[in-house]
């Protein structure tokens, strides 16, 4: 049986400087990722893609890095590699500079996989140094590090305003320079990562005396398994949002590309300050509840938005992108308390293999639209916050203390 073993010599202080240097990273790691969606009006253009096809460019991004962040979690969980923060941007780098100069769909999506590599690196060793540095702190600690993310995917409505509808494909350029950048930063955060190692020793197989109870093994399965499949739904609706709901915008109301881009860029920056927050209102009021907060205070304005006129859009999302984000960084401390010991494994089934899942849905979302029309798409996505519904079969926090005793 595997055991985490602490020994922890003394209690840590809160790092801000790592904290807000992480989450700075991980406002630039994601910025590159954003470049995908924001691009996308352009390719649909100029290279005349699809939908689907359009679908195929985010399902390859975020499956590449989606389905290998467990795989890196659990091998960072038993082996610590400090390093692989600053190696995995250099592969973004290169993933950045194939993306400006790519000539056709195929040289697309094999940029997008040194993006998505990059990325899978990332995320899983990001979350663990924000746990790392986050002392007695750790529901803020993670807020800063996912507001950081977050923050970066609200700025792809903008990208498309300011460089890639004046620059084209070409103007993917400029973030090789971002990913030069995180590297040099990460530089700085792996030797920090590294002098740590010896409070945050890795997992370890050892003799107990007490097995864990087969009954509560199989509810923090299901519980885990419930919490996957929150974050897909939610990030399903995302992704039709922000991949999508764009063209909704120009072929029904008639927008032009830069104008449907503050409609995005609205929903996104909400849920900026709804990841920020979401982590000290749970640390109030509970995780499970903001859970539950998020998918069903979310779900009567998913139902709204395909009904009503243009100018109740702005409002609707921006309350939306707050509520609905408010569980973000909510997510991954509570699996993290479902499965303690497994901070690298658990971060990356949270925010990547939902995330990879998420991706299969842009897929599908691509193919609805082309066969049944982007008003289907936008119906059809209207009904997922409402799965939050099942929140109630979470765990509560207290049952979560109790397991851990």
């Known amino acids: 049986m595997q055991v ?41 253009q100029s290279m005349k893609l699809s939908y689907v096809q359009l679908g195929w460019i985010a399902f390859t991004l975020n499956m590449t890095s989606s389905v290998i962040q467990p795989i890196v979690g659990w091998f960072t969980d038993k082996q610590a590699a400090p390093y692989i923060l600053p190696l995995g ?53 993670q807020s800063i590090y996912q507001v950081g993310g977050n923050s970066g995917q609200s700025l792809a409505p903008l990208m498309t305003v300011l460089i890639f509808v004046p620059l084209g494909q070409f103007g993917a350029i400029w973030f090789t320079g971002v990913a030069a950048l ?23 197989k050892v003799t107990v005396s007490k097995e864990i109870n087969p009954e509560r093994k199989k509810k923090i399965i299901f519980a ?19 991949n999508y709901y764009q063209f909704y915008l120009i072929n029904h109301y008639g927008l032009t590309i830069e104008q449907a881009q503050y409609y995005i860029f609205a929903f996104l920056a909400s849920g900026v300050l709804g990841t920020f927050l979401g982590g000290p209102l749970a640390d109030r009021f509970g995780k499970r509840n903001i859970i539950m907060f998020s998918m069903l205070g979310s779900a009567p304005l998913a139902l709204l938005l395909p009904h009503v006129p243009q100018s109740w859009i702005f409002i609707i999302f921006i309350l939306m992108g ?15 308390e479902l499965m303690p010991g497994r901070v690298g494994m658990v971060s990356g089934l949270i925010v990547g293999l939902a995330f990879g899942m998420g991706a299969l849905g842009s897929v599908i979302l ?20 409402l799965v939050g519904v099942s929140t109630f079969l979470l765990p509560s926090d207290d049952k979560l203390r109790e397991w851990q005793e």
């Open 4 to 44: 985490a073993v602490n020994t922890r010599a003394v209690p840590q202080p809160t790092m801000y400087r790592i904290l807000f240097a992480i989450g700075f990273v991980h406002l630039l790691n994601d910025s590159m990722q954003s470049v995908i969606p924001a691009i996308f009006p352009i390719l649909e």
């Open 89 to 141: 941007m250099g592969s973004s780098l290169l993933g950045m500079l194939g993306l400006a100069l790519a000539p056709n769909f195929e040289m697309l999506l094999f940029s997008v996989i040194f993006i998505g590599l990059g990325s899978a690196a990332f995320h899983p060793e990001g979350s663990r140094v924000a746990y790392m540095a986050a002392g007695p702190k750790r529901g803020l600690a």
């Open 366 to 385: 691509g193919k609805m639209a082309d066969t049944y029309g982007l008003v289907y798409v936008m119906l059809f996505c209207s009904f997922l916050p």
């Open 224 to 242: 885990i398994s419930l919490l996957i499949f929150l974050v897909f739904a939610r990030s399903w609706y995302s992704t039709g949002i922000s």
């Open 322 to 336: 707050f509520v609905l984000l408010s569980s973000f960084s909510v997510s991954v401390v509570y699996a993290q």
């Open 182 to 204: 995180a590297i040099i930063i990460l530089i700085y955060v792996s030797f920090w990562y590294r002098q740590q190692l010896s409070y945050f020793p890795r997992t370890k």
